[in-house]
């Protein structure tokens, strides 16, 4: 998508006030959800993704993959620019999450 890095810029700038770090070193996926249609719009970040098997757009939150939905729902557990939990990722705003695979 031409403009994801548009879409990610709060997420971004959040990482960077709060100091919090991206430490996996593999496929990192940024995940937005839309709160008023579920749309879940996955970026695939890093030299892996031309294989990525979950980036995409996932209209009302329909077939969203499991691994996504699982770490999702652990990280929607914590507060906003908390730090990073471990092989899981962070979240970096209310709707902005970065998922490691």
Not at 8 to 28: A, F, Q, W
Not at 45 to 60: I, P, Q
Request: hydrophobic share 35%; aromatic share 8%; proline share 5%.
């Amino acid at each position: 998508m031409p403009h994801d890095h548009l879409r990610m810029l709060e997420d971004i700038t959040n990482l960077r006030v709060h100091r919090n770090e991206l430490t996996h070193k593999g496929r990192t996926y940024h995940v937005k959800i839309c709160g008023h249609t579920g749309t879940w719009v996955v970026t695939c970040l890093g030299m892996e993704c031309v294989d990525s098997h979950l980036a995409g757009t996932y209209y009302y939150g329909k077939h969203v993959p499991p691994l996504l939905q699982s770490k999702v729902a652990v990280l929607s557990m914590v507060e906003p620019n908390s730090p990073e939990v471990e092989g899981v990722g962070l979240r970096s705003s209310e709707d902005g999450f970065w998922v490691y695979d």
